[in-house]
């Protein structure tokens, strides 16, 4: 069986997952994105490994890129790289990338075939906002001076708290 008849064999549901992962998205940002629970996810794409022969997420998604490259009759680029402009989300991409086993290659410039590729696939170019409240950026003894403060910050308003009630009841 060629590649095409097994592409065909795809629900819609495993295509848009591997199309998600080809933007190197995680299990559970793609559940974000598509509102199904990242289990379902992680099925659609065992499933699609398993129907397509391969032995990877990362394989999986490159052999549906170049498939509907293909049908769109444009060469395929490789995985989807956030842009460089985004924090942050380059280094990720390419760890990544590294843990699936793929080459990481630079971000793909504007105006590219692979844009033509995400239009012709339904996935539109608009840039999202990250859902995440971001990293925290901070070192162990950043993180350690900021539970002391939090501590001694907490203690200083109990005992506050505590002397106004006992002011309070030498009032009466």
Known sequence: MDDGERISRLSEGQKQCLRLVSQLKTSKEIARDLDISPHTVDQRIKVAIRTLGVESRAEAARLLGESEA???????????????????????????????????DPPVAQGSAHEELAAGSGLEGEAEPPRSRGHNDLNAWQRLAVILAIAFGSALAFGAILAGLDALSRLS
């Open 70 to 104: 293909e049908q769109a009759g444009i060469g395929y680029q490789g995985l989807v790289y956030p842009s460089p402009d985004i924090a942050g989300h380059a280094g990720k991409a390419a760890h990544r990338a590294q843990d699936d086993g793929v080459d990481a």
